[in-house]
């Protein structure tokens, strides 16, 4: 693999005194699909946490791009993004949502990426930009919140389950536009879900957590 964009030494999450997670190694490469399969309970969501710059270890380093995190976790938090199974989104418009993140980033044309966004994910910029949150359904809630995160071109994209409660449709759509990101932009994809048979079908490389330990890499 050429030089890893995230790579675990030695990592534990202890919470409550409880190893929930230890990890010997582990390194994600640029572009690179992993699939995390195990139990509920297994650690899968604890992982994406701190894959995603959201949680800290309690023990072992983390690094990005060569730099352990805990030097600079400012700037790597940005570069990672976590959609899971409920998303939460402003209370505000769909655009509101997908400009959020580009407005923070001081970025031009944004009306133009939003609607690139709204139809990367299958959503009508026409009918969707100015819907309120509480307009969507679950799916097109998901949409947008996918949406919201690969307008800003992620190098990481980390989902927990994110397909577990949606329509055919939406699930679909989510599989494809993620995808469509790992293809345009060579965001690693990092996919926690009980789905084996689309794991299989679309990972690099699936990891499978038992007690929060590896126990098979397929
Ligand atoms: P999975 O996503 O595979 O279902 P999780 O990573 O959510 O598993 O949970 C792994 C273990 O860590 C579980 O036993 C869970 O109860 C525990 N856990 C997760 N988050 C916390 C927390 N914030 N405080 C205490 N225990 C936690
Ligand atoms: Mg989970």
Redesign the pocket.
């Given at each position: 693999m050429s030089s890893p964009i995230i790579k675990l030494d030695n990592v534990q999450q202890v919470?409550?005194n409880r190893t929930?997670l230890s990890i010997e190694t582990l390194e994600l490469g640029e572009g690179e699909i992993v699939g995390l399969a195990?139990p509920?309970?297994?650690?899968?969501?604890?992982l994406l946490k701190l894959l995603a710059f959201i949680d800290s270890p309690t023990s072992g380093v983390i690094e990005f791009c060569g730099i352990p995190t805990s030097n600079k976790p400012g700037a790597v938090h940005r570069q990672a993004t976590l959609l899971v199974q409920e998303p939460y989104l402003l209370k505000r418009t769909v655009y509101a949502n997908i400009a959020y993140g580009l407005r923070v980033r001081k970025k031009n044309d944004i009306s133009t990426k939003v609607h690139n966004a709204l139809v990367e994910v299958g959503l009508d910029p026409n009918s969707f930009s100015q819907r309120q949150w509480f307009e969507l359904s679950g799916g097109e809630a998901q949409r947008v919140a996918l949406a919201a995160r690969l307008v800003l071109k992620p190098k990481v994209l980390l989902m927990d389950e994110p397909t577990a409660s949606l329509d055919t449709k939406s699930a679909q759509l989510i599989r494809t536009a993620a995808l469509n990101a790992r293809d345009q932009y060579g965001t690693s994809l990092v996919i926690?879900s009980h789905d084996l048979p689309w794991l299989g079908e679309v990972s690099d490389r699936t990891i499978h957590?038992e007690h929060g330990k590896i126990v098979e890499i397929t």
């Open positions: 919470f409550s929930v195990g509920n309970g297994s650690g899968k969501s604890t926690a957590l």
